[in-house]
């Protein structure tokens, strides 16, 4: 084999490695749009969330939201009135159910392009509405409760009204409990998804980042 064979034959070789390589690098192009596609997406699902839990727990509530519900047979006014008072965080919540089924939906696309360790926000954020929707199901219990004898019972049941109370309604005790909940969530689903938005720690990002 003479030298232009040889040469000729390394030309073949780099030609093919630089297709390869192009090829490689449009994929993983592509594969980090969609993933920064995907934190975009999440991120703002995330932020309409926690507006929504906000209005699901906003303590002012409107005739118009449960005119519909009505008084069972058998059903006491006392059990009916508080049945109609919880029933608002339920009708909330299914105003918005589109949202929070994304959201469920997402979580597993979530899990597959960014990292199963980083979707605990989508956990906390589901465990953060069975804990409003539970704290309206015993409420419905508790409110009508009449039959609270002595001072020390009533005074329990008094208490635990208003641990349940505080998680149904935002703002209504001092000590909110699902609202600091909802800070860290944001915390860390921003921290995750704008990592990933700006490329953080990727060779892109080195180059064009601010140099003062």
């Not at 934190?39 to 118009?64: C, G, M, Q």
């Not at 939201?65 to 059903?75: L, S």
């Amino acid at each position: 084999m003479d030298w232009t064979e040889g040469l000729k034959q390394i030309s073949i070789l780099i030609a093919a490695w630089v297709a390869i390589y192009g090829i490689d690098s449009w994929r993983r192009e592509h594969a980090g749009k969609r993933r920064i596609e995907l934190a975009e997406d999440a991120l703002t699902l995330f932020y309409e969330a926690v507006d929504a839990i906000k209005w699901i727990r906003h303590p002012v509530s409107f005739t118009n939201e449960t005119e519909n519900i009505e008084q069972e047979k058998g059903e006491t006014d006392a059990n009916f009135r508080a049945r109609k008072s919880a029933s608002v965080v339920f009708i909330r919540y299914n105003q918005r159910l589109e949202l929070f089924n994304k959201l469920h939906s997402m979580r597993y696309r979530f899990m597959a392009q960014i990292g199963k360790d980083k979707a605990t926000p989508f956990d906390d954020l589901n465990n953060i509405v069975n804990e409003i929707t539970g704290a309206a199901r015993v409420l419905t219990r508790l409110w009508p409760l009449e039959n609270v004898v002595t001072t020390e019972q009533w005074e329990q049941h008094r208490k635990q009204i208003q641990k349940y109370e505080a998680v149904f309604w935002g703002g209504y005790e001092e000590e909110d409990p699902i609202t600091p909940k909802l800070n860290k969530v944001i915390t860390e689903i921003e921290a995750t998804c704008k990592a990933v938005i700006t490329g953080k720690g990727s060779l892109h990002n080195m180059l064009n980042r601010d140099i003062f």
